[in-house]
């Protein structure tokens, strides 16, 4: 189900755990850039493979690798979307309440297979755009 911009904002204001997928240690990418801006306002549980730290958080390989008892309230997705579409069913297994695809991390396949798992996700807006709104 997309969610339009009204229910980015009420998820934004209503989130406390925010994970990103595909943060970034590299100041140039919006890995880094959304993780930096997020940690102000929210707990913040990056995802990268190959980090183990990125701006002093603790960085975890998958969405799985979080401990079970922090309910992740939105997953900022900010990689290719055949990563993307590799990470979905782990969202839907950890109940993530949003999935907020940043521009360029879907495509219709992603889209799909999101539906098809009945995830709540929100397309078209820039996670970090909009939490500057708060």
């Known amino acids: 189900m997309i969610k339009f911009n009204v229910e980015g904002i009420f998820y934004l204001n209503n989130a406390q755990n ?6 970034s240690n590299n100041q140039s990418k919006f890995g880094y850039k959304i993780t930096q801006a997020l940690k102000e306002r929210f707990n913040v549980y990056p995802i990268n493979p190959k980090e183990n730290k990125i701006l002093d958080l603790n ?5 799985l690798d979080i401990p079970e008892n922090i309910k992740i309230d939105i997953a900022s997705i900010v990689v290719p979307p055949n990563i993307s579409y590799s990470v979905l069913d782990g969202l839907a297994q950890r109940g993530v309440d949003l999935v907020w695809f940043q521009p360029g991390s879907y495509d219709s396949k992603v889209i799909n297979k999101a539906n098809d798992l009945k995830i709540n996700f929100l397309v078209n807006q820039c996670i970090l ?3 500057q709104k708060l």
């Open 18 to 23: 925010i994970a990103v997928i595909g943060a």
């Open 59 to 63: 960085c975890y390989k998958s969405i």
């Open 129 to 131: 755009t909009e939490s």
